[in-house]
């Protein structure tokens, strides 16, 4: 039926505030980490005369230089100590160099000849060129921090060996996110296909636990982990005492103690929409392939669990997706080179309140599931699965 | 006299025509019926009529006044929906009161007309259930009492029949029937059941590809079809295509490897089909007295029912046809030889 | 052969799901303060010290209480979010139907982070109405989930039965399609509040020392050290969950004898 004018403005009346507070609470806050992730606002408010300078010319020349020792003359000591600290993150020695010429700004004659009588270094245009990127209202310090990547000289860009610590944690993310998604889809499955097809006995009890696991918190499961896992746990005592082992392990703090908690943490998301998938594929085809003349195995694999798979590719993407995102399991029962990407944005912001770092590697992340969400979406169209299951409404 | 005049309606979906040209005349308190297949157009009338679906052009008047464009819930027409569509949420009281609710009766009023509306369908004592328990006949007629209980100028009946079993059908035919006798509202049934349709209707409209083939009264219908297709599709015939020729004492009727006498004079020459109903034609072991249309046939098979047999028979020209046989004293074996024989009175001319 | 396979993968998949829970938990009636079994003997005594010590009780009455704002105002903008939507064309769905959702795909810490710092800018950040604000947007698409999911199965029949009898759009909406999604609000306002009774990702961006919920203080404590009294809380959220099921459940039971 067609909607009539009264229909749209009813519809626009009920929007109105879940769209208004969606804005405010939810699009602006995730439009302000894009900002923030190039917002150079602590430096280049410091310098509004040299940044107001440079946006006109590039030039390195007697007004810069004036600029410039105005801009230092105008800070308050504590400040110039700031700015040159974060000068001091691209190049070594700028922090002394800052400092220095602040403290003598008044003697200083405002020219590049006076400035480098001053100091040499003045002299050298790679100084320049820190000062130059740090003062314009935005930066690509942090992306460049992120990713390792720094442009050089010759205006090609280049990792330098070392640099690269948030690539190797972002690959350590994905490893970690694939090795719990294996495991998660192995252990699943047989659960998702007793729910799909055992007695009703076998079904209502593992979904009940399923669903259960499902709506128990995060945090709760990974606080029975870490009480089984810790050395003097129950697990390392039961070991003991089955003379296993004389001295307990190491099972916590440690990536196996991050993957078997986080793999149980995510079971149910893998399960979940493999019930979905399983409890479309119709008994008789088993009971047909059976009377067919083939064994329970080949009946499995060759009639069952190709039908099937559909679900293990939604379960499988479910818990890669979320896993990239983890934070309180791998924080509670992984060591320090157990942490994933979201430790490192949780850590800049609550101990150095560096939402720059906090927002960059926050875009990093998003980037990864939004991309791999769109994957799926084009892998799920392209097989024709366009029938997503809903864990969610499954479960509701 | 409030008749309900449907004049020249068309009705387009895109550049599909779903209705050609549709014009009816129903008189005040007539139980019409709309007959057709799936597809004929039957329903996207019924929803015209109803207001859920606008017409491409025409127009539909009550009583003189034009109602073409009126919404739904202004037409005060009632409306039984195949799937009953009773309100769950609901009792069966608070399902019938709805309509009188929105009307705003006083509540005492409402309580009086809602409990003569389950007298008048004998659900009385299930006033307090809730649609979900009650049978599919119940639910029928608790749908039927909530769109009658307001009293509208028109009942629409959308398939009414098509989710009970055929046992079921028959009672709620009858009661439907009665309660359209009691009450003297416009009724207007859709249905794919000829049966149905002839064992309540005063007239029916059949539809077919978005035309009314024929609006008329079940026995014209049937004895005297007006087009190929409602000869075909109102009970079981033998259709003889042939022309109209120049004869003894006026035209007869010569094709299929048939010539029947007829002297006809009131009719021009020209291309005719011939029908002959089959309890019309008698299976007879010689050939019959002069008078008689006869014509030699071979039995390919029969099918018994009780109080007679349906026979398939191939006659000479390699025509098929059906025939109805009394059974009483045995059955002819595929294979025997016969005549199907008729009377030249008997048979029905289309075109 | 294959039953064997079957069975055992069966049994050690179930094992791995429901066994921590189940060997942990009573850990929490144990005399001992270590967590360990055999148990030293029944006592309710960490239940004790779990109501009587401050952080514990304060916590649980902060998460309580952001619990239920949230509940409300998520149910309000997730509902009216639902309803809105169901009016527009099917372009429209789709592009409401992708923002209101959208919050469930991004990770809790890319929104702990775009809030906390959100908020602070606009002056409301560290206290109780930050935290509502927060799992509002975590739980609103739940709520939208679950009012759409509910609204779209009911039968277009049913409102068009209502039309023919008279009854004008906005009451038709108030008699037939409200009662029906009733379910739905339902069901939205438990997860709802489930959702924010169990939050600490986002959480622990927000809240102020005055303000920490009862998930803040059982990730601070595991951090910190293990004692007997996380058990108890670990007992405490599970018997919530349960009850959450179990109040679901009903919800779905009464949808299912309706329909």
Not at chain 1, 64 to 70: C, D, H, N, T, V
Not at chain 1, 185 to 206: C, D, E, F, H, K
Not at chain 2, 61 to 72: A, H, Q, V
Not at chain 2, 176 to 190: D, E, M, P, S, Y
Request: with cysteine.
């Amino acid at each position: 039926m067609q909607k009539a004018p009264s229909t749209l403005l009813a519809a626009i009346t009920l929007l109105v505030l879940p769209v208004a507070v969606y804005i405010a609470l939810y699009l602006l806050p995730l439009i302000s980490i894009g900002g923030l992730s190039v917002d150079n606002g602590a430096l280049s408010t410091r310098f509004p005369a040299l940044s107001a300078h440079f946006s006109d010319s590039a030039e390195v020349d007697d007004p810069a230089a004036a600029a410039l020792l105005s801009d230092l003359q105008a800070m308050a000591k504590k400040d110039r100590a700031e700015v040159g600290r974060m000068f001091n993150q691209e190049l070594g020695g700028m922090r002394s160099l800052i400092i220095d010429t602040g403290n003598e700004a008044d003697e200083i004659v405002p020219t590049v000849a006076g400035l480098t009588a001053f100091d040499p270094r003045w002299g050298d245009p790679a100084i320049w060129d820190v000062v130059r990127r740090n003062v314009e209202p935005i930066t690509w310090r942090h992306f460049q921090k992120a990713t390792g990547v720094k442009p050089g000289a010759d205006g090609g860009y280049s990792i330098a060996p070392g640099d690269d610590i948030y690539l190797r944690i972002l690959l350590r993310t994905f490893v970690i996110g694939l090795q719990v998604t294996l495991l998660t889809l192995l252990i699943g499955y047989p659960l998702a296909y007793a729910v799909a097809t055992g007695s009703s006995r076998v079904q209502a009890i593992v979904l009940m636990a399923v669903l259960l696991s499902f709506w128990t918190s995060i945090l709760v499961r990974t606080t029975a982990w870490v009480v089984l896992l810790q050395t003097n746990g129950l697990l390392n005592g039961f070991l003991i005492w089955l003379n296993l082992i004389t001295e307990p392990l190491q099972l916590i703090f440690n990536r196996f103690g991050t993957v078997v908690a986080m793999t149980h943490v995510l079971l149910p998301f893998a399960i979940l929409p493999m019930i979905n998938v399983m409890r479309t594929i119709p008994p008789a085809q088993a009971q047909a392939s059976r009377s067919l003349g083939a064994g329970p195995i080949e009946t499995f694999l060759r009639v069952y669990f190709p039908q099937s798979l559909r679900g293990v590719a939604v379960g499988g993407g479910t818990v890669f997706i979320l896993a990239l995102g983890f934070y309180v399991t791998p924080a509670l029962t992984g060591g320090p080179g157990d942490q994933m990407l979201s430790y490192y944005i949780a850590d800049f912001v609550r101990k150095g309140l560096n939402w720059g770092m906090a927002s960059v590697l926050s875009l990093l992340l998003l980037v990864c599931v939004v991309g791999l969400l769109v994957t799926g979406a084009l892998l799920r169209r392209a097989f024709g699965w366009n029938k997503a299951a809903k864990p969610e409404a499954e479960a509701a | 006299m409030a008749s309900l005049e449907i004049s020249h309606i068309n009705k387009f979906y895109g550049a599909t025509q779903a209705l050609f040209d549709v014009s009816l005349s129903i008189g005040k308190g007539e139980f019409v019926t709309l007959l057709g297949p799936s597809g004929s157009g039957k329903t996207t009338l019924l929803k015209i009529l109803a207001g859920f679906e606008s017409v491409s052009d025409g127009a539909i008047t009550l009583g003189g006044r034009n109602i073409t464009e009126l919404k739904p819930e202004v037409r005060n027409f009632g409306l039984v929906f195949q799937g009953y569509a009773l309100f769950p949420h609901m009792t069966v009281r608070d399902n019938i009161a709805y309509p009188l609710k929105v009307r705003r009766l006083p509540r005492d009023q409402i309580e009086t007309r809602v409990r003569e509306m389950l007298d008048l369908v004998q659900l009385t004592r299930f006033i307090d259930r809730r649609p979900s328990e009650l049978s599919g006949g119940q639910q029928q007629r608790v749908a039927l009492a909530r769109a009658l209980v307001f009293k509208p100028d028109v009942l629409l009946l959308d398939e009414p029949m098509s989710a009970l079993d055929k046992k079921l059908r028959v009672d709620l035919q009858e009661e439907l029937r009665q309660i359209h006798q009691t009450l003297g509202t416009t009724f207007i049934n859709v249905t794919h059941d000829q049966e149905e349709a002839m064992h309540m209707s005063d007239r029916i409209a059949v539809m077919n590809h978005g035309r009314i083939e024929q609006f008329d009264t079940a026995f014209n219908l049937y004895r005297n079809p007006a087009s190929r297709f409602t000869a075909d599709f109102i009970g079981k015939s033998n259709i003889f295509a042939g022309e109209m020729v120049r004869g003894a004492s006026g035209l007869d009727f010569r094709g299929d490897a048939l010539e029947v006498q007829l002297g006809l004079t009131d009719r021009p020459q020209g291309r005719v089909d011939l029908m002959v109903r089959p309890e019309d034609i008698t299976i007879l072991t010689e050939a019959p007295d002069a008078g008689r249309v006869a014509l030699a046939a071979e039995v390919l098979h029969s099918t018994y029912s009780g109080d007679r047999a349906l026979y398939a028979l191939r006659l000479g020209s390699g025509k098929e046809i059906s025939a109805y046989g009394a059974a009483r004293s045995g059955i002819h074996a595929a294979g025997a030889k016969v005549f199907a024989s008729f009377a030249p009175g008997d048979v029905t001319l289309i075109g | 052969m294959s039953r064997i396979i079957y069975w055992s993968s069966l049994v050690f998949a179930f094992f791995f799901l429901v066994a921590p829970l189940l060997i942990v938990l009573p850990l929490a009636f144990n005399d001992s303060s270590f967590l360990t079994y055999p148990m030293d003997g029944f006592t309710f005594r960490w239940f004790e010290v779990f109501f009587t010590a401050p952080p514990w009780l304060a916590s649980l009455m902060n998460s309580l209480k952001v619990a239920l704002g949230t509940m409300i105002v998520a149910l309000l903008v997730g509902g009216m979010a639902a309803m809105g939507t169901m009016l527009m064309g099917k372009w429209g769905q789709l592009v409401l139907s992708a923002l209101f959702v959208s919050p469930i795909v991004i990770p809790s810490v890319v929104l702990g982070v775009a809030m906390a710092y959100a908020f602070g800018r606009m002056g409301v950040g560290g206290g109780y109405l930050s935290l509502v604000m927060a799992h509002t947007i975590l739980a609103a698409p739940l709520v939208f989930l679950s009012v759409m999911t509910s609204l779209k199965g009911l039968d277009p029949e049913l409102d068009r039965a209502a039309a023919s009898m008279g009854a004008s759009r906005w009451y038709r909406f108030q008699t037939v399609t409200l009662p029906l999604a009733m379910p739905g609000f339902a069901t939205g306002a438990l997860f709802a509040f489930i959702t924010s009774f169990d939050e600490v990702v986002v959480a622990l961006f927000l809240a102020s020392p005055q303000s920490q919920t009862l998930p803040i203080t059982l990730f601070s404590s595991l951090r910190d050290r293990l004692e007997p009294t996380i058990v108890v809380v670990a007992l405490l959220l599970s018997i919530v969950s349960c009850l959450f099921i179990i109040a679901l459940n009903r919800l779905q039971k009464r949808g299912e004898t309706r329909n």
